[in-house]
């Protein structure tokens, strides 16, 4: 079987969910072979799936962005000649996977939502106009360098060799460009992250500026929280909590919109969500069009109430 | 003196209903279009570096006729020059060959310092192209600036990621992507509207930049729509009015689909 190469994302060593995902997928295409740029927690990955795990420790992968590690990985490519490449469709994952595949002359597919093998022909789906269509797609050229967004699979623990083999690469100067000067990492909310979340449950104009009834209710069924532009414009929410065309595009399980009339801009973000509920006083709100269920009335009363039936069940 | 090329997309409006034509390639004929929405933060913080020294703004498009109507609003807000380059062969091209035009359009252009894109198109939204025109170029790119000053030959941007916020800093020539929390791009004044008339906008061809016309376009593309459907409508749910209990029955109804 032929070799996929997995780009494992690990921040501060710890891989991330969406990393083992793509083992996973990996596995429906070849032999999966994980690659990491500086320490992590190496025996998950065998643990889901990685026969091979390359590992490159230069400093230079965390002291300029993204170049070095574009290079390392297309140089990968061309050592293993792998059947196909799998990135996290982060914003950094899409940047190396831009730049391996034009070094690799392979074509690219971004945010897909799903890839299957068939024999050797490899299709993606990808979601795209704010959700309105759904297209599959090929690459034509080269190994195909698939960029694979969060929750797209679910990760399936399956014991493979997991053998780690340190890697160096030498980065040329060319791609020494862009200087990390310095780095604070934000504060951690304890709850899970946005794109990743099973659960998501976010706010708008309707909150007034108050989320606590949104973070209480989100706390009680363990959701990351989200936000929309209007709430994000208001100064309410920070950016990056924000849902939407010019935020992040989630597709969670359960997608709970409070408060949030569910304009365009919004709806790009989340109306591919697999069920999705809203609490908002305008039964005129256009988010009642998307809605498995939805409650006309005031979050101010509404979720302090399902807060506690959640915590009642639960016990 | 500082030059920056922002590089920006004439896009179907997204309010409007976006589909396929019959080549699986998206329609830009049946939709008014317009000056990429994220783009107008890329030519706002362009008009901002060269204000706060001394420079000029050239505004680069690549895309058919329509296209000019995305340079002119760049103009109206304040930009120096455009160029657009426009070849029935373009048409269907992929990221990759659209960066190709984009980065021989650059190179034509020749003493440029930096080159500005919006974050991401509004409509196939991959982000990609400003990476895959840095690499073409041979430069370094930073994307999903939040903030860029520029110090002479030094360029420091923050860039504010999801779980860090990142100082980036690069000197000589540089790719820049902006995001739209750069702050507010500004109108066209009335002033601004009827300056634009009088700037110069440059057309050219994929000849003038010296690409082959057969290494971009549809035919040409790496990847391949294989198929596209409309997501199937959601289908009504139950819509509850608060007596309060409206608390308890959503929680009844995430009860039932077995989230609590």
Redesign the interface.
């Known amino acids: 079987m032929t070799e996929v190469l997995v780009l494992i994302d690990a921040?501060d060593g710890k891989v991330t969910k969406p990393s083992l995902e793509l083992l996973t997928i990996a596995r429906r295409i070849g032999e999966p072979s994980a690659v990491v740029f500086g320490d992590a927690d190496t025996a998950v990955l065998g643990e889901y799936g990685a026969e091979k795990i390359y590992q490159l420790s230069d400093a230079v992968y965390s002291e300029?962005?993204?170049?070095p590690k574009?290079e390392a990985l297309a140089q990968l490519v061309a050592d293993k000649s792998p059947a196909a490449v799998l990135v996290p469709s982060s914003?950094e994952g899409?940047?190396i996977?831009?730049?391996v595949?034009?070094?690799s002359q392979?074509?690219?597919?971004?945010?897909a939502v799903d890839v299957t093998a068939d024999g050797g022909s490899i299709?993606t789906t990808q979601?795209?106009?704010?959700?309105?269509?759904?297209?599959?797609?090929?690459?034509?050229?080269?190994a195909p360098v698939i960029a694979v967004k969060p929750n797209s699979a679910a990760p399936e623990a399956v014991n493979a060799a997991g053998a780690v083999e340190a890697v160096s690469v030498d980065v040329s100067d060319?791609?020494k460009?862009?200087?990390?000067?310095?780095?604070?990492?934000?504060e951690a909310s304890g709850r899970p992250?946005?794109t990743e979340a099973a659960?998501v449950v976010s706010g708008g104009r309707g909150t007034g500026g108050d989320f606590t009834e949104v973070e209480a209710f989100a706390d009680s069924?363990g959701a990351a929280v989200g936000a929309s532009r209007a709430a994000v414009d208001s100064g309410w929410y920070p950016?990056?909590f924000q849902v939407g065309?010019?935020g992040k595009v989630v597709s969670p399980?359960?997608y709970v919109a409070n408060g949030i009339s569910g304009a365009?801009q919004h709806r790009?973000g989340m109306?591919?969500s697999k069920?999705?509920?809203a609490?908002n006083k305008d039964?005129e709100a256009p988010i009642?069009?998307?809605?498995?269920?939805?409650?006309?009335?005031?979050l101010k009363?509404?979720?302090?109430?399902?807060?506690?039936?959640?915590k009642k069940?639960?016990g | 003196m500082t030059k920056i090329v922002v590089a920006v997309k004439y896009v179907p409006d997204?309010?409007a209903n976006?589909?396929?034509s019959a080549d699986n390639t998206v329609d830009r004929d049946g939709v008014d279009g317009l000056l990429s929405e994220?783009d107008e933060y890329a030519v706002e913080q362009a008009l901002q570096v060269v204000e706060a020294g001394e420079g000029e703004v050239v505004v680069l498009t690549v895309g058919p006729a329509d296209a000019a109507d995305a340079v002119r609003k760049a103009l109206q807000m304040g930009a120096d020059s455009g160029i657009h380059v426009e070849d029935d062969a373009i048409a269907g091209s992929?990221?990759?060959a659209t960066?190709e035009v984009l980065a021989k359009a650059i190179e034509k252009v020749g003493d440029y310092d930096l080159v500005f894109f919006g974050?991401a198109s509004?409509?196939?939204?991959?982000?990609?192209v400003p990476?895959?025109v840095a690499?073409?170029l041979?430069?370094?790119?930073?994307?999903?600036a939040s903030e860029i000053t520029v110090d002479g030959d030094t360029v420091k941007i923050r860039r504010?990621?999801?779980?860090?916020?990142?100082?980036?800093?690069?000197t000589?020539k540089?790719v820049v992507s902006v995001t739209?929390?750069t702050g507010e791009a500004r109108y066209p004044s009335f002033k601004g509207i009827m300056a634009a008339k009088k700037k110069p906008v440059e057309e050219w061809t994929l000849a003038d930049l010296g690409v082959d016309a057969g290494s971009v376009g549809l035919d040409n593309?790496?990847?391949?729509?294989?198929?596209?459907?409309?997501?199937p409508p959601?289908t009504?749910?139950?819509?509850?009015?608060?007596e309060g209990?409206?608390?308890?029955?959503?929680?009844e109804?995430?009860?039932s689909?077995k989230?609590?």
Request: net charge negative; proline share 2%; aromatic share 8%.
């Open positions: 921040p300029f962005l993204v170049a574009a914003t899409k940047e996977a831009a730049r595949a034009l070094k392979s074509g690219l597919i971004t945010d299709t979601s795209v106009f704010a959700g309105n269509f759904t297209v599959a797609a090929q690459v034509t050229q080269g060319a791609a460009g862009a200087k990390i000067t310095s780095t604070k990492v934000k992250e946005l659960i069924l950016h990056s065309q010019t399980q359960l365009i790009a109306q591919t069920t999705i509920v609490v039964e009642f069009e998307l809605v498995d269920f939805g409650v006309v009335g005031d009363t509404v979720l302090p109430q399902a807060t506690e039936e959640v069940r639960k | 997204a309010t976006r589909t396929f994220l992929d990221a990759f960066s974050m509004t409509d196939a939204g991959m982000g990609v990476t895959l690499e073409r041979g430069l370094p790119a930073v994307t999903y504010d990621g999801d779980v860090a916020t990142q100082e980036v800093e690069a000589g540089l739209d929390q593309a790496w990847t391949k729509v294989e198929s596209f459907e409309p997501r959601r009504a749910g139950e819509i509850v009015t608060d209990d409206g608390g308890a029955k959503l929680v109804f995430l009860a689909k989230f609590v």
